[in-house]
Nanobody, 123 residues
Framework: QVQLVESGGGLVQAGGSLRLSCAAS????????MGWFRQAPGKEREFVAA????????SYRDSMKGRFTISRDNAKNTVYLQMNILKPEDSAVYYC????????????????WGQGTQVTVSS
């Protein structure tokens, strides 16, 4: 069992930055790949980024490349999402998720989910 708790969301102006954190419980954090997803009102939950257990394999949604960076600190059981040059269309609830094995981009393949953290970007 893995429990995930996101933090770091908030209100930011367009062009600004936020860093989201996802703290995981359990001693097997290093066996899980981690992903970030987001869901805006009325839209499907979409893939943002993923990282494998060692932090050496990264995957991003094309529209996030160059603006978002996923990383992890296994000593702290935490995964991060650094978001730069934020745009109003980045406003959404951001979720972290965990899956054993290689990182995935499909929502349905993730086993554990956090409760989400709201990000609002004003224009």
């Amino acid at each position: 069992q893995v429990q995930l708790v996101e933090s770091g969301g908030g209100l930011v102006q367009a062009g600004g930055s936020l860093r989201l954190s996802c703290a995981a419980s359990g001693r097997t954090f290093t066996t899980y790949s981690m992903g970030w997803f987001r869901q805006a009102p009325g839209k499907e939950r979409e893939f943002v980024a993923a990282i494998n257990y060692s932090g050496h394999i990264l995957s991003y949604r094309d529209s996030m490349k160059g603006r978002f960076t996923i990383s992890r600190d296994n000593a702290k059981n935490t995964v991060y999402l650094q978001m730069n040059i934020l745009k109003p269309e980045d406003s959404a609830v951001y979720y972290c998720a965990a899956v054993q094995g290689p990182p995935k981009s499909q929502r349905s393949e993730y086993e554990y989910w956090g409760q989400g953290t709201q990000v609002t970007v004003s224009s």
